[in-house]
């Protein structure tokens, strides 16, 4: 019997550990086998440079950086298991969890912190250029020295679309906002940010198809979805704002969710729908999805859990 388990091994799940082991709840941690096509680590793992992450002014790599969260998640006396989990039972405490390696385990309280996976289009020559030009977090990789003075393309046609490229207009040379249908699905306040702007260029009924370039990338092949023609387009950066999708398939229905798939939280806290149970990061953030606001959660979650197990 465990009394915390916690599931998933980002920023929010080992700021959770950090803080459950110092209370002495001598959490265990699954930090997932490759869980949602992502290492152990989550998505910082696939992240070369942050330079947005407090107490490192020269930068930092996000694999060094989760490779010392994970150290410090041990050094505090948390316990690691890499390993998948496949399912949970909530329907009573203590819950069971389950892995996909058959093992079973039970525990008086739960946090969830499985992230968020970015949706990617797998054009050819993605995982090539995969944080070598392209992204899927603009506020994270827009500043870096590769999108400087460069022209760089967003992908997509929301509200978050739009955003990224604002955003990037801080930086780039150009911005070119690719859509693949001949209207933005943005608000209206967001389409008038997106046409008012003189570094936004909108490219319609057009997606790209293949990532070109050496050593980082350097133009897309584009395809015009009216005429079905493809051509060349130079530009050092791609940017997908396709949306997110919440690693939650695991609980099977047993919490709340929005329309979204993200597991709803009482707001200003870590509670979801069933007590003893806590959610943290992007799995339940699908708003801000920075580093450190996920470390914040999991302070927030490992605290609550302290304190139900403590009243329970």
Known sequence: MQELIIIGSGPSGHTAAIYAARANLKPLMFEGMMAG?????????????????????????????????????????ARIETQTVERVDLSRRPWRVVTEEGASFEAKALIIATGATARRMNISGEDKFWQRG??????????????????????????????????????????????RRDELRASKAMQKRAFDDPKIEIM??????????????????????????????????????????PNTAFLSGQLELDEMGYIKTVPGTSQTTVPGVFACGDVQDKKYRQAITSAGSGCMAAL???????EH
């Open 37 to 77: 096509g992502i290492a152990a680590g989550g998505q910082l793992t696939t992240t070369t440079e942050i330079e947005n992450f407090p107490g490192f002014p020269e930068g930092v790599s996000g694999p060094e950086l989760m490779e010392r969260m994970r150290a410090q998640s041990l050094k505090h006396g």
């Open 134 to 179: 392209i992204s899927a977090c603009a506020v994270c990789d827009g500043a870096l020295p590769i999108f400087r003075n460069k022209v760089v393309v967003v992908v997509g046609g929301g509200d978050s679309a739009v955003e990224e490229a604002s955003h990037l207009t801080k930086f780039a040379a150009k911005v070119i906002l690719m859509h």
């Open 204 to 245: 319609w009924h057009t997606v790209p198809v293949e990532a070109l370039g050496e050593k980082f990338l350097s133009g897309l092949k584009v395809r015009d979805l009216k005429n079905d023609t493809v051509s060349e387009l130079a530009c050092n950066g791609l940017f997908y704002a396709i949306g997110h999708q």
């Open 304 to 310: 609550e859990a302290e304190k139900f197990l403590h």
